[in-house]
């Protein structure tokens, strides 16, 4: 089984709300991810955790707050977000540590900030 | 930072017409992916290169990964209307943690 799953699917915000998104894995993989994807564009990587540590943060502005409960499970918590950041976010999911490692990919949420 | 020049940026086919597309660094990579990504979805791993000179097949698609370790190919043969998408390669920087490195994807069209 190679699933993340992601909810919610879509989600419509104003820039005053808090949400979350959250993702999940099976696969007993201890590298968890999150990605933003504008349209046409290739997914632009913003956190990854590493054994339920933060390892990279790509200068993600502060209204993004990553979160790893468990190895299982990713959130990626939202708070005054402006409309630029409507896009489709991706979690994946991988081995983690040196080493090649495939990363697998859920099927986003489709975010829009109004 | 680094890039991957992926190569052509769209593509235009016939039912039944072959595709080949690819992705060439400056950079050495330890590892290429390949993903397809269909609208609104997130994108699907196809296949995963691990070795210089590697060629590997999913089905009817072939990958290999380049011997100089900074290029990669995808082949598809045989297309058929399901294989619309944007294709995007990935590769892992050699002595890099785990972050990818993507191209600017290969969107192809399949005319029946």
């Known amino acids: 089984d190679t699933e993340v799953t992601q909810t919610p699917k879509h989600l419509v915000m104003g820039m005053t709300n808090k949400k979350s998104l959250k993702c999940e894995q099976h696969m007993g993989h201890r590298a968890m991810y999150w990605y933003k994807q504008k349209a046409k564009k290739p997914p632009e990587l913003m956190f990854v955790y590493s054994y339920e540590k933060l390892s990279i943060n790509e200068s993600v502005p502060s209204r993004f707050s990553p979160e790893c409960p468990n190895s299982s499970l990713l959130n990626l918590h939202l708070h005054a977000l402006q409309p630029e950041d409507s896009a489709l976010y991706l979690c994946?999911?991988?081995?983690?540590?040196?080493?090649?490692?495939?990363?697998?990919f859920g099927p986003g949420t489709r975010l829009t900030v109004t | 930072g680094q890039q991957l020049n992926q190569s052509p940026q769209s593509m235009f086919i016939q039912e039944g017409e072959d595709v080949s597309m690819n992705c060439t660094s400056s950079s050495i990579f330890n590892t290429w992916l390949w993903y397809k990504q269909d609208p609104g979805e997130g994108p699907v791993l196809l296949i995963a290169l691990y070795k210089a000179g590697e060629l590997t097949s999913n089905g009817r698609l072939t990958a290999q990964f380049g011997i100089t370790r900074k290029d990669s190919f995808l082949n598809i043969s045989a297309s058929i209307p399901s294989d619309v998408g944007i294709y995007f390669c990935?590769?892992?920087?050699?002595?890099?943690?785990?972050?990818?490195?993507f191209g600017k994807g290969t969107k192809l069209t399949v005319n029946p």
């Open positions: 990935a590769g892992q920087l050699k002595g890099g943690s785990e972050k990818l490195v």
């Open positions: 994946a999911s991988s081995q983690a540590g040196q080493g090649v490692h495939e990363q697998y």
